[in-house]
């Protein structure tokens, strides 16, 4: 990232369809989970825990049917999701926070795709994908914990369009504003949502202040 202009917290937070958890549980859970000496098995707790406040966060604006049913004393109406939901975690730091989102909305489809960053070049290869061919679904969230450069995601959302979802979403926890821009670009059509969002990237490709590297942080491959 040496040399490579970055864009300031101020000027992504402008941005239309990007949404910042505001929510002080979150950032009780935030602060816990960045901390250095949080331990592989409580990293990933956490990031159960986040990925499900997260799914609460951004499945606000779902669409709802309504039926007749009935409680031990009478009739009323009831309400379901509409349509079917899919997560897709970007393998493997997405598989905690893909956990936590199942734990709010069980009846998910999960659509695995394997992402890795070449920590040289900073690009997104692709190297395993169960996306189904046959999509009846009423919308999709990619879920990653880090938005770095935002290749990963930007190549993520691509090949979960060329699926023709209706609808599709992002969600992180922590978002460099470079990444947040480049992907807010690349698609306008989607709604981010994100738990904090942070300063930079270092030269490295690296979020800072961040957490690390979320995957081994998750896996505790140091
Ligand atoms: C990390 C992270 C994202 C990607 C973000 O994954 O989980 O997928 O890097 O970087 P970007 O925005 O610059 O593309 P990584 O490729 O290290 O793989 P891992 O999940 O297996 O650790
Ligand atoms: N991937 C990570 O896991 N952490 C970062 O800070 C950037 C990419």
Known sequence: MQGIPQ??????????????????????????????????????QLVKEIGALLAYESTETLSLESSTIETPLQSTTGYRLAGGI????????????????RQVIPDVQVWHLGLRRDEETLQAMEYYNRLPHQVDLQVVYAVDPMLATGGSAIDAINILKRRGIPRLSYLGIIAAPYGLMRLAQAHPDIDIYVAELDEALNDNGYIIPGLGDAGDRQFGTF
């Open 86 to 101: 899919g997560v897709t975690p970007i393998l493997r730091a997405g598989l905690g926070l893909a956990e936590g989102f």
């Open 7 to 44: 864009p300031s917290r101020e000027e992504v937070l402008k941005l239309p369809r990007v949404h910042i958890s505001t929510h002080p549980v979150m950032a009780h859970k935030m602060t816990l989970l960045r901390n250095k000496n949080t331990p592989p098995p409580q990293f990933y």
